[in-house]
């Protein structure tokens, strides 16, 4: 077939020892859960007034043109931005408040 080295396949028993799939699943995601790095800023809601406010906003932070922005805004609730540090999630959160927006980090 072409194959230099066999591909390594492991078995596993799942009645032997008390560590199967689920527990290491378990601590996986305990893990998972403390080392979050990465978030996404939702917007749940804005003022109706300062709509024109959060969508100059939105393009600040976002490379979005103004079609882009608005459409974005006005799908509220919605994810707009991902892959953000805590850090630079909550300065995007703090100035969206300023504009009257209410932005949630995941």
């Known amino acids: 077939m072409g194959l230099k080295n066999p591909p390594v396949i492991g078995v596993l028993n799942a009645g032997?020892?008390?560590?199967?799939p689920a527990a290491a699943g378990?601590?996986?995601?305990?893990?998972?859960?403390?080392?979050?790095t990465v978030f996404e800023l939702r917007l749940d809601s804005f003022d109706a007034a300062a709509k024109i406010k959060v969508i100059k906003e939105v393009r600040a932070f976002t490379d979005l043109g103004l079609k882009e922005a608005k459409d974005l805004v006005e799908k509220t609730p919605t994810i707009i931005k991902r892959g953000v540090?805590?850090?630079?999630?909550?300065?995007i959160i703090e100035k969206m408040k300023a504009v009257g927006a209410k932005v949630v980090m995941e």
């Not at 032997?16 to 199967?20: E, K, L, N």
């Not at 378990?26 to 979050?36: L, P, T």
């Not at 540090?85 to 300065?91: A, F, I, N, P, V």
């Open 85 to 91: 540090s805590k850090e630079e999630g909550e300065q």
């Open 26 to 36: 378990a601590a996986g995601m305990e893990e998972k859960k403390q080392e979050k």
């Open 16 to 20: 032997a020892g008390g560590v199967g």
